[in-house]
């Protein structure tokens, strides 16, 4: 009989076992915030609309004027009504973006009500931020042919270099480096070929004694 009791205690003790294992490969699986649900997949992808590009008949609003003056940077456009927006506003505000980004990440906000955009900027500590309530889209639609959020633009020298969809800051950010590293190494060699063939055309020729 005591063989027998001892031999169930020995199975609880297994099923017990069993049992905290597999409670923690689930928390494990669920993660510290314990919601249980993944983060979506990163992205960012290259617009390819060809109706985006800088129309330099209009004016850049005043408060972005500090940003544009950088010799590259890149322009987040969000809405007030996009519901993926809040997530890049979160992301910006809690991310340390305002120190990272050096000035050189500026926000435009497109809202049909200033109060609202003004509340949301507060809200997420956009005001750290070079930025710009653009009323209705009014300006980004004038200036760029854009209507859709959020758009991470990327300039250099004035000019718009590239525009992206995306859904996280990390990745847009990364992308944003990358091509600027891209150009400066581009012209970096094209300056060298273009010295090596100055300093070609002036050696003096060979002479036939």
């Given at each position: 009989?005591?063989?027998?009791?001892?031999?169930?205690?020995?199975?609880?003790?297994?099923?017990?076992?069993?049992?905290?294992?597999?409670?923690a490969?689930?928390?494990?699986?669920v993660?510290?915030?314990?919601?249980?649900?993944?983060?979506?997949?990163?992205?960012?992808?290259?617009l390819?609309?060809?109706?985006?590009?800088?129309?330099?008949?209009?004016?850049?609003?005043?408060?972005?004027?500090?940003?544009?003056?950088?010799?590259?940077?890149?322009?987040?456009?969000?809405?007030?009504?996009?519901?993926?927006?809040?997530?890049?506003?979160?992301?910006?505000?809690?991310?340390?973006?305002?120190?990272?980004?050096?000035?050189?990440?500026?926000?435009?906000?497109?809202?049909?009500?200033?109060?609202?955009?003004?509340?949301?900027?507060?809200?997420?500590?956009?005001?750290?931020?070079?930025?710009?309530?653009?009323?209705?889209?009014?300006?980004v639609?004038?200036?760029?042919?854009?209507?859709?959020?959020?758009?991470?633009?990327?300039?250099?020298?004035?000019?718009?270099?590239?525009?992206?969809?995306?859904?996280?800051?990390?990745?847009?950010?990364?992308?944003?480096?990358?091509?600027?590293?891209?150009?400066?190494?581009?012209?970096?060699?094209?300056?060298?070929?273009?010295?090596?063939?100055?300093?070609a055309?002036?050696?003096?020729?060979?002479?036939?004694?």
């Open positions: 009989m005591l063989i027998l009791f001892a031999f169930v205690l020995l199975i609880l003790a297994g099923a017990v076992g069993m049992l905290y294992a597999m409670c490969e689930l928390a494990s699986r993660g510290a915030g314990g919601t249980g649900t993944a983060e979506p997949t990163r992205y960012v992808r290259p390819g609309r060809s109706t985006v590009f800088l129309r330099d008949s209009v004016p850049w609003p005043a408060q972005l004027a500090d940003l544009r003056a950088q010799p590259d940077f890149l322009l987040v456009v969000l809405s007030t009504s996009c519901s993926s927006c809040n997530t890049i506003m979160e992301q910006l505000g809690t991310g340390g973006w305002a120190d990272r980004a050096a000035g050189r990440l500026g926000v435009l906000m497109s809202t049909p009500d200033p109060q609202v955009a003004a509340d949301t900027i507060g809200k997420y500590g956009l005001d750290a931020f070079p930025h710009y309530v653009d009323f209705n889209g009014d300006w639609t004038a200036a760029l042919g854009l209507s859709l959020s959020p758009v991470g633009l990327v300039f250099r020298h004035g000019l718009l270099e590239e525009s992206y969809v995306f859904n996280h800051v990390d990745p847009l950010w990364t992308t944003f480096t990358e091509v600027m590293e891209w150009e400066t190494h581009t012209q970096q060699n094209g300056a060298r070929q273009v010295d090596s063939a100055a300093a055309s002036s050696a003096p020729s060979a002479q036939v004694v």
